[in-house]
T-cell receptor, first 115, second 114 residues
Framework: GQQLNQSPQSMFIQEGEDVSMNCTSSSIFNTWLWYKQDPGEGPVLLIALYKAGELTSNGRLTAQFGITRKDSFLNISASIPSDVGIYFCAVLLSVHTGTASKLTFGTGTRLQVTL | DAGVTQSPTHLIKTRGQQVTLRCSPISGHKSVSWYQQVLGQGPQFIFQYYEKEERGRGNFPDRFSARQFPNYSSELNVNALLLGDSALYLC?????????????FGDGTRLSIL
C-alpha cells in the first residue's frame, strides 16, 4: 500500500525555536493535509493544501506541497510548549472510482519542546 | 458547536467477543469514516459511509462491519475479537465525499482485548 515517510521521526527543541518537518511519497497526490495528535485525543486538522507550490498559513504554522506533488513540509515558528504532540501528514486517496475518499497517514513526527 | 463525538471512550473485551462502537458526526456532516490506530502508527482507513451507504472499504477482514443511520450517526461492529484488534478506533466526519472536504476526527474509542 501507499506509504508516506515523515522526517524526522522525533525531535526535541527549545521553546522559541523554529521547527521544520517533511513528508515524502513515491506517488503523486493533489491534496495534502497536516494533522496534530495529542495523547488520548484524535487528530486535529492543522492545514489543508489543495494547490501545489502554494504556501498556506495557519497562525505560526506554514505548509506547502511541492510542484512534483510527491512531498510536503510543515514549519512551526517560535515554538511553545503546547506544540508538543505527534504531527501526521496525510493524503486523500480516491476509492471506488472517485465516489469516496480515504486518508492515508504518514509515519508521524513526535515533537517535544523544552523550556 | 459540538465536534465529532464517540462512545464509549474506553472498552475492555476478551478474545472472541463482539463490540459495537458509536459515532455522531458534526452537525450537517453527511459522511462518516472509521479508522483504526494501533499504538505508534498513523490511523488506517476501515470504512467510509455517505447517505447510509458504504462508499469505501479498507483492507480489513469481514469481521469488521459498519452502518450509518438516517441521522448520519454511525456504528462500527467488530466480531470474533482478536488480540490484534486492540487499538484506538477513530471516527471522522466531513460534509460530503468530495476531495476538498477535510475530515474532522473525534477523540476515539480505546479498545483493549485481553
Amino acid at each position: 500500500g501507499q506509504q508516506l515517510n515523515q522526517s524526522p521521526q522525533s525531535m526535541f527543541i527549545q521553546e522559541g525555536e523554529d521547527v521544520s518537518m517533511n513528508c515524502t511519497s513515491s506517488s503523486i497526490f493533489n491534496t495534502w493535509l497536516w494533522y496534530k495528535q495529542d495523547p488520548g485525543e484524535g487528530p486535529v486538522l492543522l492545514i489543508a493544501l489543495y494547490k501545489a507550490g502554494e504556501l498556506t498559513s495557519n497562525g505560526r504554522l506554514t505548509a506547502q506541497f511541492g510542484i512534483t506533488r510527491k512531498d510536503s513540509f510543515l514549519n512551526i515558528s517560535a515554538s511553545i510548549p503546547s506544540d508538543v504532540g505527534i504531527y501526521f501528514c496525510a493524503v486523500l486517496l480516491s476509492v471506488h472510482t472517485g465516489t469516496a475518499s480515504k486518508l492515508t497517514f504518514g509515519t508521524g513526527t513526535r515533537l517535544q519542546v523544552t523550556l | 458547536d459540538a465536534g465529532v463525538t464517540q462512545s464509549p471512550t474506553h472498552l475492555i473485551k476478551t478474545r472472541g467477543q463482539q463490540v459495537t462502537l458509536r459515532c455522531s458526526p458534526i452537525s450537517g456532516h453527511k459522511s462518516v469514516s472509521w479508522y483504526q490506530q494501533v499504538l505508534g502508527q498513523g490511523p488506517q482507513f476501515i470504512f467510509q459511509y455517505y447517505e447510509k451507504e458504504e462508499r469505501g472499504r479498507g483492507n480489513f477482514p469481514d469481521r469488521f462491519s459498519a452502518r450509518q443511520f438516517p441521522n448520519y450517526s454511525s456504528e462500527l461492529n467488530v466480531n470474533a475479537l482478536l488480540l490484534g484488534d486492540s487499538a484506538l478506533y477513530l471516527c471522522a466526519s466531513s460534509l460530503s465525499l468530495g476531495g476538498n472536504q477535510p475530515q474532522h476526527f473525534g477523540d476515539g474509542t480505546r479498545l483493549s482485548i485481553l
